[in-house]
């Protein structure tokens, strides 16, 4: 009989894309099977859908929401989960660092776009 595939609660939170944190005591207590990750996903409680929609968040989803790189967070001084009203707050502030660090992170996209292409065309080469 095959055991059944266990993560810990980080683990679930970052796949689920929520701070750790922020989830309910019971959640963070035990260990979370596939098929339960499964069925959080494809039906997520009010707790998860709450998360997801106000926060607070993780920092990768901060920065995603930000169009920036979680080091771009870093530089800022963010370091604390934020909730959406408080993204959505300095998005609509769009204060300078944010829009050096988006600057940052679009050369960063598009120097890594052009090195896979470099690469995609030297393997077509060999």
């Known amino acids: 009989m095959k055991s059944e595939q266990t993560m810990k609660p980080a683990t679930a939170a970052k796949k689920l894309g929520v701070y750790l944190e922020a989830t309910p005591e019971e959640f963070q207590a035990g260990v979370v ?21 106000n926060g607070p ?3 990768q989803l901060i920065a995603q929401k930000l169009g920036i790189s979680t080091s771009g967070l ?5 370091t ?8 959505n707050a300095i998005k609509d502030e769009n204060p300078d660092w944010l829009v050096r660090e988006r600057e940052t992170y ?8 052009r090195l896979r292409e470099k690469a995609r065309l030297e393997a077509d080469e060999a």
């Open 33 to 53: 099977s596939r098929d339960e990750l499964n069925e959080l996903q494809a039906n997520p409680p009010e707790w998860l859908r709450e998360l997801r929609r």
């Open 57 to 59: 968040h993780p920092k």
């Open 74 to 78: 870093v530089r800022a001084g963010i």
């Open 106 to 113: 679009k050369e960063f996209k598009a120097e890594e776009a």
């Open 80 to 87: 604390e989960a934020l909730t959406t009203d408080q993204i």
